[in-house]
């Protein structure tokens, strides 16, 4: 088991031994990894599952904290989806980068229902771990580069611990530079 040292005051075990912390996608998924007891799980307060409330409350760095945002972009009617994984200190180029990688017009964050549905995962928890096969994985370059980072579960009553390297390596995975920028 790896020894977190981003956790704070959260305690982790790895992920295949508490599937019940887990959105069943994600379960899923993680049994399909090369080293799924290379991810780590802690069983958090479900309203504390927001970013700033999660850190200051477990003592986990923002720094190490990266969020999956859901994007939807129509062409041709035909509506588009992806997952971003940005890191907390950072916001999405949607209407840039990730418009131009989904090649539509307008790329906008999906409803929070219509990404619940999509996703089988709870809002304040969607993880690019486990999502539908024909989605991208937007991979900010910053987010790759991470060693340990704390990620949502699928749902919002536990953190997942994982290293950037193993989201970049995620079917449909692609890591790209300048995919966010920094909040000033």
């Known amino acids: 088991m790896t020894d977190w040292t981003i956790a704070g005051s959260l305690t982790v075990v790895p992920a295949p031994s508490r599937p019940d912390l887990l959105a069943e ?11 799924p007891d290379a991810v780590g799980v802690a069983e958090i307060d479900a309203e504390l599952a927001d970013t700033a409330a999660f850190c200051e409350a477990y003592g986990s760095p923002l720094s190490a904290s990266a969020n999956c945002v859901v994007i939807a972009g129509k062409r041709a009617g035909e509506v588009r989806f992806a997952a971003a994984m940005i890191l907390a200190t950072t916001r999405a180029d949607v209407n840039g980068v ?7 017009r307008k790329a906008s964050f999906a409803p929070m229902d219509e990404a619940v ?10 993880t690019p771990v486990g999502l539908p096969g024909e989605w991208p994985i937007l991979i900010d370059q910053r987010v790759a580069d991470e060693p340990e980072l704390i ?16 989201l970049a390596s995620l079917p449909g995975a692609e890591v790209i530079d300048g995919l966010a920028r920094p909040i000033e």
Do not use: E, F, H, N
């Not at 990730?98 to 539509?104: A, P, S, Y």
């Not at 990620?151 to 193993?166: E, Q």
């Open 117 to 126: 549905s999509l996703t089988g995962m709870q809002y304040g928890g969607i």
């Open 98 to 104: 990730i418009k131009r990688r989904l090649d539509v």
């Open 151 to 166: 990620i949502g579960s699928g749902i919002r009553g536990s953190k997942l611990l994982i290293s950037g390297s193993a």
């Open 25 to 35: 996608p994600v379960a899923k998924a993680l049994a399909a990894l090369a080293d």
